[in-house]
């Protein structure tokens, strides 16, 4: 199966992230891919959403219908009632939503730099999406964001119930991304035996009048811990590559640790 992973660095106003991401189109089609992996907060880096509040479903909705691929992973702001989640939306080529996953385990991290909270702005999710891509369902997607990826026990959990490719779109920061990110990344390709798909946000964005630089390095990793891409720390734009069933089945036939 045909993926691309998608690094930005995405800004507050929704507009000109979905223009940026319209503006890989024809790249994205000439390379026949079948999944657009999105980084977190794509839509809009925003604590607390666009003001006045937008809902962000159509907008993704459509930009499926432009690309003609199914958007993986990517997450934008989304209120239900009076609670805000960060929810990663999964849409067919046709603009259909497929699943979707509400963020389970929230950020909270001290650093010497800055403190930061999500719980302060968002409602964590309580349940796993697994998903499924029509015409390629020899691949099981677990899906997680961006801190999520702390927990293994999240991962063997859906590694326990089919999945076998890792989606964590994410936002790291700079000293957390520098300290652990690579690590986490192929350690939970490694123990799951699975592809891992790492969309990350790059580089700087001014959010609520705070300085935020994000890490970068958008990854994929085999399931045998193998990096194929490495998108680097600043760059934006698609990458793509190929992911091969045979490939899991061989590494999972090798090692039970499953």
């Known amino acids: ?5 998608l690094q930005l660095n995405s800004q507050l106003d929704p507009k000109t992230n979905l223009e940026k ?3 890989y189109a024809s790249k994205i089609k000439n390379e026949g891919v079948v999944a657009l992996f999105l980084p977190e907060y794509f839509y809009s880096f925003s604590a ?10 159509e907008d993704i909705c459509q930009l499926a219908r432009t690309l003609g691929v199914f958007l993986v992973g990517g997450s934008a702001v989304t209120k239900v009632g009076d609670r805000l989640y960060n929810r990663a939306y999964n849409i067919s080529p046709n603009g259909e939503l497929l699943s979707y996953y509400d963020k389970i385990n929230l ?40 801190f999520d990826l702390r927990f293994p026990e999240h991962f063997r ?12 779109a994410a936002a790291f920061t700079v000293p957390t991304g520098l300290a652990h990110w ?13 592809y891992v798909i790492a969309a990350a946000q790059c580089g700087v964005v001014t959010c609520n009048s705070t300085r935020k630089e994000t890490f970068g390095h958008s990854l994929v990793v085999d399931p045998w811990g193998e990096v194929l891409i490495d998108a680097g720390a600043s760059e934006e734009g698609p990458w793509f590559c190929d992911l091969q069933r045979s490939l899991i089945d061989d590494v999972r036939s090798r090692m039970k640790v499953l």
Do not use: W
Not at 119 to 130: D, M, V
Not at 184 to 191: F, G, K, S, T, Y
């Open 107 to 146: 950020f909270v991290c001290n650093l010497q730099s800055a403190s930061y909270d999500e719980s302060k702005h968002y409602t964590g999710g309580t349940s796993q999406t697994l998903l499924t891509l029509e015409g390629h369902e020899d691949f099981t997607i677990g899906m997680s964001l961006c």
């Open 48 to 57: 607390q959403g666009s003001t006045p509040f937008v809902d962000p479903l």
């Open 182 to 194: 690579h690590t986490l990344v192929r350690a939970r390709a490694i123990e799951n035996q699975a």
């Open 1 to 5: 199966m045909k993926i691309g992973i």
């Open 157 to 168: 959990s859906m590694s326990g119930r089919g999945a076998n490719v890792l989606s964590i």
């Open 21 to 23: 991401i319209k503006s």
